[in-house]
């Protein structure tokens, strides 16, 4: 006979944990953009009390800078796992990073890539979160056309001209273009890449 104690069920404070709250506000950030992210209504939408937010966050900044510093990582722990190479592999690197970028498979990380965008307009934090990222982002590309023997000046515009590419590319609703979307993708990637 089983002389354990009953098992306890977790509170909601305890059963919903601080990256819980920001994995649903990241839903509403996708959906709603972060001018859309009201705790009352995250709250609900993850079948809590409001009172429970404050057990993990002071207020809704902190939740923001919360979101804003998970995407930051996240961003950049992905273009440094992307552009990891080894010596000699650098030009197989680039064309997996602008095939990775360029795919358009998740929409919610492009939804969400555009709202914190757009939220870095009007707000400090917001702009200096995205400034960390696309430095990251063309620092990993640069120093993979540097070591193909790039000139400094023509390696940080391959970079440029890369992320201009996949992002401008990804939010494009390309499906009424007059074009064979795949040989465009493969046409600009051999372009952006070439010796």
Not at 17 to 38: C, H, M
Not at 64 to 91: C, F, M, N, S, Y
Not at 163 to 177: E, I, N, T, W
Request: net charge positive; charged share 30%; aromatic share 8%.
């Amino acid at each position: 006979m089983d002389k354990s104690p009953p098992e306890r069920q977790p509170t909601a404070r305890e059963a919903l944990d601080r990256a819980a709250w920001i994995a649903g506000a990241l839903d509403i950030v996708a959906q709603d953009g972060i001018d859309g992210l009201r705790v009352e209504g995250l709250a609900k939408r993850l079948g809590v009390t409001k009172g429970s937010f404050y057990w993990h966050f002071k207020d809704r900044r902190d939740l923001i800078d919360a979101v804003l510093d998970h995407w930051r990582t996240g961003r950049i722990r992905d273009i440094q796992k992307q552009t990891a190479a080894a010596p000699g592999e650098e030009q197989a690197a680039l064309r997996h990073t602008i095939e990775v970028y360029a795919a358009a498979r998740n929409r919610k990380g492009i939804s969400i890539e555009a709202s914190i965008r757009l939220w870095a307009r009007q707000d400090a934090n917001g702009l200096a979160v995205v400034e960390e990222v696309d430095a990251e982002r063309l620092a990993c590309t640069r120093r993979l056309f540097l070591a193909r023997g790039l000139p400094p000046a023509e390696a940080a515009a391959r970079s440029a001209l890369l992320y201009a590419y996949v992002f401008g590319f990804s939010m494009m609703q390309c499906g009424r273009f007059d074009m064979d979307t795949t040989a465009a993708k493969h046409w600009i990637s051999t372009h952006i890449v070439a010796d």
